[in-house]
């Protein structure tokens, strides 16, 4: 059997060269059985490496540092899903809710809390409106001013993700801020995706120290106080920077690598523009565009190859890009993939491409059920700098709700250059 397949990938190759300082022992066994090694999800099942079947001396040296960091006690977080209490099922006490308003800056589990905060149970009412919460029975709302905050340990000098789900109530227009000092963006939520007003959104940030205070702020000013939007499911993740290889010089081109899904939601996680956002929770890309873009999973939609893909769901208000080197004068092939996420997403479809003067109007009709096609945009590169970037060209709904924004899919993306025949 060959030894390659014992090997490390890349992301994991990554976080043991970050931590590998931090492990002070190695465990002398020849076979090594860990549910915790660092790029393993708690979905996936621990696996077996014997040092014994592998007779290159690198791969026995990549091995050895796997060793290494996964069985030491390392004192960073390795967190990759919910906050603690992040789901704010765990309740404040009777004696520190007054009605739905939360008293006490202590009062939410593992929360530290300022202004007008409301504890909402699923189904309360609010005058003619049913408020509904997306997982479990509880969420918050976050009033004028209005702000919660958690401190997370952390690897100070990773990038992480956060997603969290939010849902407007009567506010026209509202936003939340959200920091991580010193990032920091006002995320728009006035424009709603799903019908069930429910949207999870991404926010990523690079840590500065070993512990960050994530807070989470209404910076609206209402008539009402208790106007402001309603807040559950918070989580975080680690993103590591992808890398391009001799064959694809795109990162992260099929778009495995970025934020936390929730798992039982259906509706995938919305990335923002990067007006927004410093650090983009999609690592490679950048959504430069008015609208966010719809990061989905293979659990809940059909994606055309791997776990995960981009949903462009806003028209030309949606959109994505790279910048990649090239050479000029030298032919670039792009290839990708366009495709419908099985969501009831119907008709005429253009997804259009554009690498640096360069364009191509890609044609799809979809059924809603499920389904790509393959498209190629062969160009000459006129600089050392080539944008890759690609957008839908109409407005989409959902034909089972009419309320709900979709789009194409966009995955599998690959660029590569082509040599010249030999004369």
């Known amino acids: 059997m060959a030894y390659s397949q014992y090997l490390p990938n890349q992301r994991t190759l990554y976080k043991v060269g970050m931590h590998i300082n931090q492990c002070s022992s190695l465990f002398k066994s020849h076979t090594l059985h860990s549910p915790h090694l660092p790029h393993q999800r708690k979905e996936q099942k621990p696996f077996k490496i014997r040092v014994s079947n592998i007779s290159n001396m690198r791969g026995v040296a990549l091995l050895l540092a796997v060793l290494l960091c996964s069985t030491c006690h390392l004192s960073m977080s390795l967190i990759d899903g919910y906050l603690e209490n992040g789901n704010f099922e765990l309740a404040p006490k009777p004696s520190d809710i007054r009605g739905t308003e939360v008293i006490g800056r202590y009062a ?4 530290e809390i300022s202004g007008f905060v409301e504890y909402i149970k699923s189904g309360q009412k609010q005058g003619d409106m049913l408020l509904v919460v997306p997982e479990g029975a509880y969420a918050v709302r976050l009033g004028n001013e209005a702000s919660i905050k958690q401190r997370i340990k952390v690897t100070k000098g990773l990038y992480f993700s956060i997603t969290f789900s939010a849902a407007r109530t009567c506010a026209q227009e509202e936003r939340l801020n959200i920091s991580v000092a010193p990032d920091s963006g006002v995320l728009p939520i006035q424009t709603v995706y799903s019908s069930n007003g429910w949207d999870s959104y991404a926010w990523a940030f690079q840590a500065d120290f070993p512990e960050i205070e994530l807070v989470l702020h209404n910076p609206g000013v209402e008539e009402d106080p208790a106007c402001g939007p309603l807040i559950d499911s918070i989580a975080i993740r680690t993103l590591y920077p992808p890398r391009a290889t001799n064959k694809n010089l795109l990162k992260n081109a099929g778009f495995e690598e970025g934020p936390y899904v929730f798992p039982n939601t259906s509706w995938g996680v919305l990335i923002p523009p990067n007006i927004e956002d ?11 565009s008015l609208k966010a873009v719809k990061y989905i ?26 910048v990649v080197r090239t050479i000029p004068g030298k032919t670039y092939v792009l290839t990708f993939s366009v495709g419908d996420a099985s969501n009831s997403c119907e008709g005429s479809m253009i997804v259009e491409a554009f690498a640096g003067r ?31 970037m690609f957008l839908s060209t109409f407005y989409t709904m959902r034909s089972d709700d009419f309320s709900s924004l979709c789009g194409p899919v966009l995955d599998d993306v690959k660029l590569l250059s082509l040599r010249r025949p030999r004369q």
């Open 108 to 111: 939410i589990p593992k929360w």
């Open 358 to 388: 360069n364009t191509v109007k890609v044609p799809y009709e979809s059924k809603g059920k499920g389904g790509f096609k393959r498209a190629v945009l062969k160009f000459v590169a006129v600089s050392n700098r080539t944008r890759i």
């Open 297 to 322: 999973d293979s659990d809940h939609f059909s994606v055309p190859e791997g776990k995960r893909a981009v949903e462009l769901v806003a028209g030309k208000e949606s959109a994505i890009a790279q």
């Open 278 to 288: 410093d650090h983009s929770p999609l690592p490679g890309w950048m959504v430069e």
